[in-house]
């Protein structure tokens, strides 16, 4: 199979996550955090060099600000609802996913104010318009996604998070489609809360995310439960990091996982993104140059994910994905891609669109092969 659906999820993992979830499952049977014998202790000892090397790859200068979660979903969920309080008011850009979208509105039911912000036609919020927004009423959080897994575009975060503090609000990122394919200093960064996914550019597997907060951000729990050995006979979640938000037994072959992906980036990463970069524009100089197709998204040339949208003037996306999936082994992804709120914004939400994406494993002879592919598909 040629898979081109990165964005959903990586695959292959790199051979190093394997043998590091295997590595979990065979060697490491104790629970981390709980118990003093030599299992559970070597546990413990796995999970914090897990955790050390994603603090390392993401510039987080304190690993205990760095939480593991099951999801960068979770996290968006954890941090809102832990956070805004009824009559606040939130600013977000309108090319979020259903991740942040699903969670403001169950929170606008109870008087949280959402105000949106709309993109232009690649899906790029003008942080101007976010000014004006924010400056228009006292608000409690910007919130936006680093980059679309629509249209690949890529947001002015470090100029939102300016903006954010200029005016005493939090900053929350999703995180989820920039982790792994952009370079990102969390440090220089300055935001608030920034949420990802372990299992798409972080090359971790499924079931696993991060929750990075800034030393002065304190969410409310949105579980609570065991945390190990500390303050276990009181009845409130610990106030110390990361213990306050990891409740319950934690999934260490995922966090091995994600550990072994954070050091694969560390090693590979610039390289990787490189390529990406280069077979991102390939794409899109190929598909672009067919009759009858549009490519989503910011211009030729414009630095963006490895993600690659496209519509079609007669067939729709659906019809497309399964000739390539049947015909070419072609694994694609077609459809709203959780995001109807990005399909509303570049009016696309009638029609969908087709999405390829690019991660590990994917080549120039692939991406060949994808287009002859979809020539073939459209006759």
């Not at 067939?315 to 390539?324: K, Q, S, T, V």
């Not at 080549?363 to 598909?377: I, M, R």
């Amino acid at each position: 199979m040629r898979y081109f659906d990165h964005a959903a999820s990586s695959w292959p993992k790199p051979e190093a996550v394997i043998e590091a979830v295997n590595f979990a499952m065979r060697e490491l049977g104790g629970n981390p955090n709980r118990g003093a014998h030599a299992l559970s202790l070597r546990t413990s000892r796995a999970v914090f060099e897990a955790r050390r090397s994603c603090a390392e790859l993401l510039g987080v200068a304190s690993a205990e600000n760095l939480i593991f979660v099951p999801s960068c979903t979770y996290g968006c969920n954890l941090v809102m609802k832990g956070l805004l309080k009824p009559g606040d008011r939130v600013v977000v850009g309108s090319m979020e996913h259903n991740a942040v979208v699903r969670p403001l509105a169950s929170l606008a039911k109870f008087g949280v104010e959402v105000e949106v912000v709309q993109a232009d036609s690649t899906g790029f919020v003008d942080p101007d318009d976010v000014e004006k927004a924010v400056a228009a009423a006292p608000t409690r959080a910007v919130v936006c996604q680093h980059a679309s897994n629509v249209t690949g575009v890529i947001q002015s975060v470090g100029d939102l998070t300016d903006i954010a503090h200029e005016h005493g609000a939090l900053m929350i990122v999703d995180g989820s489609q920039a982790g792994g394919h952009l370079h990102v200093d969390l440090t220089a960064l300055r935001a608030d809360a920034y949420l990802l996914s372990g299992h798409k550019g972080l090359l971790g597997p499924q079931g696993i995310g991060l929750m990075y907060l800034g030393p002065a951000t304190d969410p409310d729990p949105l579980v609570e439960g065991g945390t190990g050995g500390l303050s276990s006979e009181d009845e409130a979640m610990p106030a110390q990091r990361p213990d306050r938000y990891e409740a319950g037994t934690l999934n260490t072959p995922g966090i091995l996982g994600l550990g072994a992906g954070a050091r694969f980036l560390l090693a590979e990463g610039q390289a990787l993104r490189k390529v990406e970069l280069e077979l991102t524009f390939r794409l899109i100089e190929a598909l672009g140059a067919i009759p009858g197709v549009r490519v989503l998204g910011p211009a030729p040339g414009v630095e963006r994910v490895p993600v690659v949208s496209v519509i079609h003037e007669a067939i729709d996306a659906e019809r497309i994905a399964f000739r390539l999936d049947r015909k070419a082994d072609i694994a694609c992804r077609p459809g709203l891609h959780c995001s109807p709120w990005a399909h509303r914004t570049i009016g696309t939400f009638e029609t969908g669109a087709l999405r390829f994406s690019i991660g590990v494993g994917i080549g120039a002879e692939d991406v060949d092969y994808l287009v002859k592919s979809f020539e073939t598909a459209l006759r």
